[in-house]
């Protein structure tokens, strides 16, 4: 069973940063395609970002693309979403999900199947 779960949410005054952690199971990390997504109040789920299991290519949507990076830790089977310039309307709950190799480059969140809990992110002054 793919187990994740997210950290690094909280409170940033607009143009501040913030580091996400998603942790994966440890046995299925090297195999999946993992995304982060959000959810703001009242919205759907929203793509930001997918890394490959393979090579750690990195595909972006443009919700935040130029202030969001996403990266991979194989040695701590962990995923990051450094996010930095953070504008009020991005809060939202953010959510890590894994998905078969095939969905890299895709963030339709229908094509991912295991998904964390999400962490809380408050942008406001």
């Known amino acids: 069973q793919v187990q994740l779960v997210e950290s690094g949410g909280g409170s940033v005054q607009p143009g501040g940063s913030l580091r996400l952690s998603c942790v994966v199971s440890r046995y299925t990390f090297n195999y999946y395609t993992i995304g982060w997504f959000r959810q703001a109040p009242g919205k759907g789920r929203e793509g930001i970002a997918c890394?490959?299991?393979?090579?750690?290519?990195?595909y972006y949507a443009n919700s935040m693309k130029g202030r969001s990076t996403i990266s991979r830790d194989n040695a701590k089977s962990t995923v990051y979403l450094q996010m930095g310039s953070l504008k009020p309307d991005d809060t939202a709950v953010y959510y890590c999900?894994?998905?078969?190799?095939?969905?890299?480059?895709?963030?339709?969140?229908?094509?991912?199947?295991?998904w964390g809990q999400g962490t809380q992110v408050t942008v406001s002054s």
């Open positions: 890394i490959s299991n393979d090579d750690g290519s990195t």
């Open positions: 999900a894994a998905g078969a190799p095939g969905v890299f480059g895709h963030l339709g969140a229908n094509l991912y199947d295991h």
